[in-house]
Each structure stands twice: as C-alpha cells, then as structure tokens.
C-alpha cells in the first residue's frame, strides 16, 4: 500500500511539475500578440497603402492637360447618387429622368436578379455546386448597387486639365453638411487650374444645363452649377497628380509574392457547364472574349478571392479583353482584395456586361482594374452596372469612354469621357487584412489563464473550434 502511495505522489509530482512548465509557456506567450504558427493573409504593399490613402476619396481623378482636350467630360446623369431603380433610367438635367429607357433592355441577366417589364425578379441561378472544384454559396449572386439612394458624396479631382458637363445633377455636401465629402475637400468638382472659361482655365470646355443638390435633407432642392458653387479653382491638387503618374509601379509588382484566387470558373451562357481558367496568379483568355448568346443566357464568369491582397493578371495573347452579355462577379472575405492587371497594349471593352460583387463578405472598395495601355478609351464601356469596381488607367493619354452606364465607381486617367452614367463612389483602398489567427491572452494572474494551462497539462480535452469545420460541416459560416 506503501508504494502505491508513493507511486501516486510520484504522478501527481509530475504533473504539476509539467503544469509549472506550462504556465511558464503561458508567460512567454503574453508577450506574443499572436500563435507562432499563425500566418497572416498576404498584405498590400506600402506604396499601394499610400497612392490609395491619396485617390480614395475621389469618383473621378482626371489627370491630363489642356492639349488633351476636354480631361473630363460628362454628359447626362448623376453623380454623387443613384436616383433611379438599377438598371433603370439614367437622369437627364433638374428634373428630366427620361434619358436612357431602353438601358434596362440592353443589360444582361444577373444571377438572382432579372427584370420582367422593368419590376425585379428572383432567379434561381446556376447549381449551387460547381463538381470538381468548391462550393460557391446558395445560390451564386451577383449584387446590384444601391437603388434609389443620396450619397451626396463623390467629388472630381481635374488636377491640370479642363472640366465640361452637361445636364447633369451633381449631388455634393461636406460631412458637416450631412454629406459624404471628408470636409478637407470641396464638394462638387476641383480644379487645379483657375476656374474661369479662358483657354487656360479649367472651364474652357464649357459647363451647361448642370445643376447641384447640396442640401441632404431636400433631394429636390438645386441650384445651378457655376464657380463657388460646386466648382473651385486653384485647388493644389499636385499630390493627386504624382500619384496617378506613378502608378505605372503596380505593373512591376510581382503577383506571387502575394496571395493568388481560390478559383476562376467561367460558365457558358447560363448553363452550369464551368471550366477553369486560372493558374496562380493568372486567368487566361486565349482570345480575349467573355461572350454569352444573349442578354437572357449571358456567360458568367465567377472569380473566388482568397482573404487578403492579391494581383490576377488577364491573358489575351495580345487581343483586347472583350466583355458581351456576359457578367464578370468577384467574391471573397471581407478582407479579399484584388487588382486585375490587363494585358499590356490590350484594351478593356463591354458591350452589355456587368461587374459586380457577390454575397460572400466583399467589400464594394476592394477591386481595381489596371491597365497602361496607351489610349483614351483604354476602358471602352456600352450599357453597363457596375458594383464596387476601380478604373485606373496609368499610361499617358489614357482613359475612359463610356456610355449607358450606372453604379457604384472610381476612375482614374488622363481623360475621362461619360455620356448617360448615375454614378456613386466606390473607390479602391488598399488594406491590410485583420489576423484571425490571433488570440487573445488572458491577463496575468486570472484564474481563467491558470485553469487552462493547468488543464492541459493535465490532459484534459477541449472542443475543438467550428473554425475548422468545412464549409460543408458548418453551412452557417457561408464565407470559407
């Protein structure tokens, strides 16, 4: 009995003496802010950070001079707010929402969402199972942009150029004025240049028709769009200017030295045939064509993001990257963001297509297009919705032309052309993604911080957390 005694003493002995070791491991990892094994999604780079951290407050940056011509020009619509049902009637001048009545006709079906004599309907979309690869949600969705809503924000930036507009509803109020406008900028459009109609001024492309609502509490109430109200000249906007000059930089990023898609499927006109077309940091169209048969049975193509930053560069083999009746949907976590690098020398061009984001957890400020193909209508865009997506054309010369269009944007470029756009704000922001690894310690000396470590060291077991269940396991937890 003795020795059994003794034998029990010697265990519990050795116990606590792993216990003490225990705690002790526990004293180390308070100074630790996360596990040593953990791994942080891949982070933007610092210069990325700060050429967003200067654009992100801003609809339109046109960089060009007067010998472009007009920098940006805007015919017919609203910025700053989407008045009207998406798709639906793009704005025309005060009072005129006539403008663009046939757009709703001439834009592809979404997944889960069509329109039946312009009234939204449900659409089931595509299985909710892609075989042979992940499982996209139930169902796979594209998210249209806030309908019918007043931002009053989205300034224009005409650092060194020339502005003209017409009939057009600027809606523009500073944060101390209920608007979205930080209260460092002036609402409505800047100008570096003097705000006068001289040739080398920056009204010398002319200003007609165009109105500005800069009263949040009356959407009715407006007043014309002249010099001090709306329009400020003399504005140093050289910061902006450098920044959009060096952003040649994201061309010579290395793609995998960042995180790269989980998966890019592309389906054939609406008919749950998916193939893959991406390889690491790379999804490849041998022809440059996204296509479908029609508006009814457009093509969808659906790109997963993993979590944190992430460069996808798109093949063409030298052909521009052409979108018709097609939909283009990125999804991912919250903290997913990308930047879609066209191809060099290769233009960007919609004709009756969509880029929206899914229902997964993304963000609308974490996608951009990049392209420094050198010409003005480098994003060449026809009968379009857009949800959370950047323009940045980074050449000299280069820019937008765009017609039919609404949503949710930001763009970048020397010239800047628009004719019937309801655009709001959805500007691009680099971000350093939040480490779910980490973990909280508890603090010295609590009884919760002894208990568990004197617990593990005695065996005892722990349930084992839902965050490593599948998505299959834990249906709840729909992002990954």
């Known amino acids: 009995m003795f020795f059994i005694y003794l034998n029990r003493m010697k265990n519990l ?5 792993t216990a003490g070791m225990a705690l002790s491991a526990l ?3 308070l100074v630790l802010s996360k596990p040593l094994n953990a791994q942080m999604p891949p982070e933007p780079p610092q210069d990325l950070i700060d050429f967003t951290d200067l654009t992100k ?3 339109f940056v046109g960089t060009g001079d007067t010998e472009i011509g007009n920098t940006v020009d805007i015919s017919n619509g609203a910025i700053g707010a989407l008045p009207n049902l998406v798709p639906g009637p793009i704005s025309n001048g005060a009072t005129d929402t006539s403008t663009g009545l046939g757009f709703l006709s001439n834009i592809p079906l979404v997944p889960s969402f069509s329109a039946i004599n312009g009234v939204p309907q449900i659409n089931p979309g595509p299985s909710t199972t892609v075989e042979g690869t992940i499982d996209f949600g139930d169902p796979i969705v594209g998210i249209l942009p806030p309908q019918q809503t007043f931002s009053y924000g989205a300034p224009i930036a005409v650092t060194q150029g020339k502005f003209d507009s017409s009939n057009v509803r600027f809606y523009s109020a500073n944060e101390s004025q209920g608007g979205e406008v930080p209260n460092f900028i002036d609402p409505g459009i800047s100008c570096g240049l003097e705000a006068i109609s001289a040739d080398a001024g920056c009204l010398a492309g002319g200003n007609s028709n165009s109105v500005l609502f800069n009263n949040p509490t009356d959407t009715t109430n407006f007043s014309s769009l002249a010099v001090g109200n709306g329009i400020t000249g003399e504005v140093g906007l050289q910061p902006l200017q450098k920044a959009v000059e060096d952003s040649i930089f994201i061309r010579d990023l290395n793609a995998g030295a960042f995180g790269a898609p989980i998966s890019c499927q592309l389906e054939l006109d609406n008919t749950d045939s998916f193939s893959e077309i991406c390889s690491d940091n790379t999804l490849t169209l041998p022809d440059g064509q996204i296509g479908g048969d029609s508006l009814d049975t457009p093509t969808n193509l659906y790109v997963k993001l993993d979590k944190g930053f992430q460069i996808i560069d798109i093949v063409t083999n030298g052909n521009d990257l052409t979108m018709t009746n097609a939909n283009f949907i990125v999804d991912g976590h919250e903290d997913s963001t990308v930047i879609f690098r066209i191809e060099e020398g290769a233009k960007f061009n919609i004709n009756q297509g969509n880029i929206l984001i899914g ?11 990049y392209s420094d193909t050198e010409d003005t209508s480098a994003f060449n865009f026809n009968d379009t919705v857009f949800n959370g997506t950047s323009f940045l054309a980074a050449a000299d010369e280069a820019g937008a032309v765009v017609n039919n269009s609404q949503g949710c944007v930001q763009y970048l470029g020397d010239k800047l052309n628009f004719q019937n756009v309801d655009y709001d704000l959805c500007s691009y922001k680099a971000q350093v993604p939040e480490n779910e690894n980490e973990i909280e310690i508890p603090e010295p000396g609590t009884i919760f911080g002894l208990v568990g470590a004197v617990a593990a060291a005695l065996g005892l077991r722990r349930r084992k957390s839902n965050h490593y269940l599948t998505e299959k396991q834990n249906p ?3 992002q990954f």
């Open 13 to 17: 002995l050795q116990k606590l003496t």
């Open 27 to 29: 004293g180390s990892l």
């Open 57 to 59: 407050d801003r609809i």
């Open 359 to 369: 229902d997964m957890g993304i963000m609308n400020m974490n996608i951009l297009f």
């Open 476 to 478: 709840m937890n729909k």
